[in-house]
C-alpha cells in the first residue's frame, strides 16, 4: 500500500502563484509514476501534470503548459506541483496519484497514458485550489 497527502492548496488572485506537495508513503518501491489531477464541481477529473519516478520524464495539459511545472524530490518521496500565472478556471480540487502500472501499460500501448485515471492504483484526499478574479 501506499499513502498519498497532499499540501499547499489555498485562495490566490488570478495571475498568482501556489506551489502544492504531495508526500508519499509505505510501499513507495513499487511506484513508477506520480500525476496530479484536478476536479472542479460539475466536471470530470482531468490530468493535469505527471512525472516518471525513475527517469523524472514530464507530461503536460496543454491547459497549464508553460504555466505549471512538476517536480520531484526522491530523498523525500515528495512530487510538488509549482503552478504559476493561476487563472480562475485553475479552481478545483486537487488530487495527487501514484501508479506502479504505468511502464506496463506505456509498453502494451506504445503510449503514455498518464491522464487516465484508470491507470493510478493509489490516490490522495485532494487539497483545493481557489483562484480569484
Known amino acids: 500500500q501506499v499513502q498519498l497527502v497532499e499540501s499547499g492548496g489555498g485562495s490566490v488572485q488570478a495571475g498568482g502563484s501556489l506551489r502544492l506537495s504531495c508526500a508519499a508513503s509505505?510501499?513507495?518501491?513499487?511506484?513508477?509514476?506520480l500525476a496530479w489531477f484536478r476536479q472542479a464541481p460539475g466536471k470530470e477529473l482531468e490530468g493535469v501534470a505527471g512525472i516518471g519516478t525513475g527517469d523524472s520524464s514530464t507530461d503536460y495539459a496543454d491547459s497549464v503548459k508553460g504555466r505549471f511545472n512538476i517536480s520531484q524530490d526522491k530523498a523525500k518521496n515528495t512530487v510538488y506541483l509549482q503552478m504559476n500565472t493561476l487563472k480562475p478556471e485553475d479552481t478545483a480540487m486537487y488530487y495527487c496519484a501514484a501508479s506502479s502500472r504505468m511502464r506496463l501499460f506505456t509498453v502494451l500501448s506504445k503510449v503514455r497514458i498518464w491522464s487516465v485515471p484508470e491507470a493510478y492504483d493509489y490516490w490522495g484526499q485532494g487539497t483545493q485550489v481557489t483562484v480569484s478574479s
Open positions: 509505505g510501499n513507495t518501491y513499487s511506484v513508477n509514476y
